[in-house]
T-cell receptor, first 111, second 111 residues
Framework: GESVGLHLPTLSVQEGDNSIINCAYSNSASDYFIWYKQESGKGPQFIIDIRSNMDKRQGQRVTVLLNKTVKHLSLQIAATQPGDSAVYFCAERDGNNDMRFGAGTRLTVKP | KAGVTQTPRYLIKTRGQQVTLSCSPISGHRSVSWYQQTPGQGLQFLFEYFSETQRNKGNFPGRFSGRQFSNSRSEMNVSTLELGDSALYLC??????????FGSGTRLTVV
């Protein structure tokens, strides 16, 4: 499979701090990227997307940055709240229209 | 607008049995993808259907199959169940352009 999920990277932040979750993708032909949030017992929930012709896109409290030179994607969450605690996945769509998911990062927000 | 609906939510089956899972996509979405999620392997792509045709297939044995109906609803079937098939099976629908919306998944336990 595409994901190595034995040990999820974890990020622990204090409530109110900003969070940055990183993702490295593999295919330079990937043209579309999505960040998903998955809470325990639920399916992944779309957060924000970005096309390869953009470097940055902002949503409500979230910003996605794309660095095509080093094939790196990041998700920034401003003023992190306890409800943001979840596993965050990045996904890339390659030239064959296949979506590939990263292993995910577990974000824990401490009150 | 109703989301992606997966049924059943939970299922317990015995080794050797077969199982059929159902997914109703968002109205108007013609693409349905299936994923297997386990703690050890993360999200792994099973297959994608678009307008009743299988468009892509992941690296799973032939025991895993699927189909899509004319109303875009999709089913996946797993025959001769093995203990290792225990997982959360997720369905995602898309209009074919951008953004995959996931259902809550079916939790399959094989005993």
């Amino acid at each position: 499979g595409e994901s190595v999920g034995l040990h999820l990277p974890t990020l622990s932040v204090q409530e109110g701090d900003n969070s940055i979750i990183n993702c490295a993708y593999s295919n330079s032909a990937s043209d579309y990227f999505i960040w998903y949030k998955q809470e325990s017992g639920k399916g992944p929930q779309f957060i924000i997307d970005i096309r390869s012709n953009m470097d940055k896109r902002q949503g409500q409290r979230v910003t996605v940055l794309l660095n095509k030179t080093v094939k790196h994607l990041s998700l920034q969450i401003a003023a992190t709240q306890p409800g943001d605690s979840a596993v965050y996945f990045c996904a890339e769509r390659d030239g064959n229209n296949d979506m590939r998911f990263g292993a995910g990062t577990r974000l824990t927000v401490k009150p | 607008k109703a989301g992606v609906t997966q049924t059943p939510r939970y299922l317990i089956k015995t080794r050797g049995q077969q199982v059929t899972l159902s997914c109703s996509p968002i109205s108007g979405h013609r693409s349905v993808s299936w994923y297997q999620q386990t703690p050890g392997q993360g999200l792994q792509f099973l297959f994608e259907y678009f307008s009743e045709t299988q468009r892509n297939k992941g690296n799973f044995p032939g025991r895993f199959s699927g189909r899509q109906f004319s109303n875009s609803r999709s089913e996946m079937n797993v025959s001769t169940l093995e203990l290792g098939d225990s997982a959360l099976y997720l369905c995602a629908s898309s209009s074919g352009q951008d953004g995959y919306t996931f259902g809550s998944g079916t939790r399959l336990t094989v005993v």
